[in-house]
């Protein structure tokens, strides 16, 4: 009898955590290719207060060693701040209209300097942009990764109670 309450305990212990993990899983922005060159790529993302920015190498897997981040926006020089995560912070006010705004970022790496210009993409109001459709994507993404998670569980719940008669 001791095994049913622990197949239990286990599966409730899934139940719960779940939700948490699909949670933090979607906390982070979803980065969009900004502008790139012959060796670097710059991604963005609107962020809460501001915008991300992550540079990678354009091809391969090698670690790319970034020693300063630049950024212009319109002309107007923002600071760019690295994040333990890898990825560097433009603060922008919260009342700032950025899509359609060129950007442009100057990258340190290697012992060179290299500028890269995009456009930021425009905001995702009308039904017919592109944007739009990225971020429709997403949530279509976001909604089968649910689902996934849900016969995920429901799965385990159907082996608990298959154990546990076959215990009991």
Same mark, same amino acid.
């Given at each position: 009898?001791?095994?049913?309450?622990?197949?239990?305990?286990?599966?409730?212990?899934?139940?719960?955590?779940?939700?948490?993990?699909?949670?933090?899983?979607?906390?982070?922005?979803?980065?969009?290719?900004?502008?790139?060159?012959?060796? &670097?790529? *710059?991604?963005?993302?609107?962020?809460?207060?501001?915008? %991300? @920015? /992550?540079? #990678?190498? =354009? !091809?391969?897997?090698?670690?790319?060693?970034?020693?300063?981040?630049?950024?212009?926006?319109?002309?107007?020089?923002?600071?760019?701040?690295?994040?333990?995560?890898?990825?560097?912070?433009?603060?922008?006010?919260?009342?700032?209209?950025?899509?359609?705004?060129? &950007?442009? *970022?100057?990258?340190?790496?290697?012992?060179?300097?290299? %500028? @890269? /210009?995009? #456009?930021? =993409? !425009?905001?995702?109001?009308?039904?017919?942009?592109?944007?739009?459709?990225?971020?429709?994507?997403?949530?279509?993404?976001?909604?089968?990764?649910?689902?996934?998670?849900?016969?995920?569980?429901?799965?385990?719940?159907?082996?608990?109670?298959?154990?546990?008669?076959?215990?009991?």
């Amino acid at each position: 009898m001791p095994r049913v309450s622990t197949a239990r305990a286990l599966a409730a212990i899934l139940i719960l955590s779940t939700p948490a993990a699909v949670l933090a899983q979607a906390a982070a922005p979803p980065l969009a290719p900004l502008a790139h060159s012959a060796l &670097l790529a *710059v991604d963005a993302a609107p962020a809460a207060g501001g915008l %991300v @920015l /992550r540079v #990678r190498r =354009a !091809a391969g897997e090698t670690p790319l060693q970034v020693s300063d981040v630049a950024v212009t926006i319109e002309g107007r020089s923002e600071p760019a701040v690295p994040r333990a995560d890898g990825t560097w912070f433009v603060a922008r006010p919260a009342d700032a209209k950025d899509g359609g705004k060129t &950007l442009e *970022v100057t990258v340190g790496h290697d012992g060179i300097h290299e %500028v @890269l /210009r995009g #456009r930021l =993409a !425009a905001a995702a109001s009308a039904p017919g942009s592109a944007t739009s459709g990225a971020a429709s994507a997403l949530r279509n993404s976001s909604h089968k990764q649910i689902a996934w998670w849900i016969l995920n569980i429901v799965i385990v719940l159907i082996a608990a109670i298959a154990i546990s008669r076959r215990m009991g």
